[in-house]
């Protein structure tokens, strides 16, 4: 059955795209607070994907291109969000197979997957994920029977993994204005009419004119 952030957002592009350098944009409604959870989506859709992580590009709330999962609180990313991931990576990666076993002549029960590159045992030929959507989108919606239950067979989810810093994580931070500058050597924020504050200080905010 499909997670309540899959049944609000069940477009498939909304969460996983395949850009055509390489890398997989993958996109989440929740915000990294310091919990590690990009990491752990990251790795979440890689596994069901069978890529590298370092292939990963996270987006996490921006919902002009991602889905909208309302709020992140009460530690339920990784069940929301993360179970809608592994759902939407599932259909992902049965798509591909499909097409590639279109594009190789051999059942898709035979192809095995290395890091996007797609190969039959005995046949040559590769094809890679990136060349069977040449810069297309899905275009199609997240099916019930895609559940992600492939942990066993690869095992990435649950192992140690360096936090966010092997991985491209994009947020709304680029939408700040560029006045938000950390002060050097201090975890301060310098922001026009708001008086510098470090962390566990409250800072003074700006007066509003009337």
């Excluded at 499909?2 to 350098?21: C, E, G, K, T, Y």
């Excluded at 989440?28 to 990963?56: C, F, H, N, Y």
């Excluded at 190969?119 to 992600?148: C, D, I, K, Q």
């Amino acid at each position: 059955m499909p997670s309540f952030s899959l049944r609000a957002n069940p477009s498939l592009d909304s969460w996983i795209r395949l850009v055509d350098d390489g890398r997989v944009s993958v996109y989440t409604g929740k915000v990294e607070l310091g919990q590690g959870i990009a990491t752990a989506l990251a790795l979440i859709a890689a596994e069901e994907l069978d890529v590298s992580p370092a292939r990963i590009d996270l987006h996490t709330a921006d919902t002009a291109d991602g889905p909208n999962e309302f709020i992140t609180a009460g530690s339920g990313s990784i069940e929301q969000s993360g179970s809608a991931l592994r759902q939407a990576a599932a259909e992902a990666r049965r798509i591909l197979l499909e097409r590639a076993a279109h594009r190789l002549g051999v059942p898709a029960s035979r192809l095995q997957v290395d890091d996007g590159s797609v190969h039959a045992p005995g046949l040559e030929a590769v094809v890679t994920y990136w060349e069977l959507m040449r810069g297309e989108r899905f275009a199609g919606e997240v099916g019930e029977a895609a559940t992600g239950s492939r942990r066993s067979q690869r095992g990435r989810s649950g192992r140690r993994a360096a936090r966010s810093r092997a991985l491209r994580i994009r947020s709304l931070r680029r939408l700040a204005s560029p006045a938000w500058k950390p002060r050097a050597g201090s975890s301060s924020f310098s922001v026009p009419g708001i008086c510098p504050a470090s962390r566990g200080v409250s800072a003074e905010p700006p007066r509003l004119p009337i």
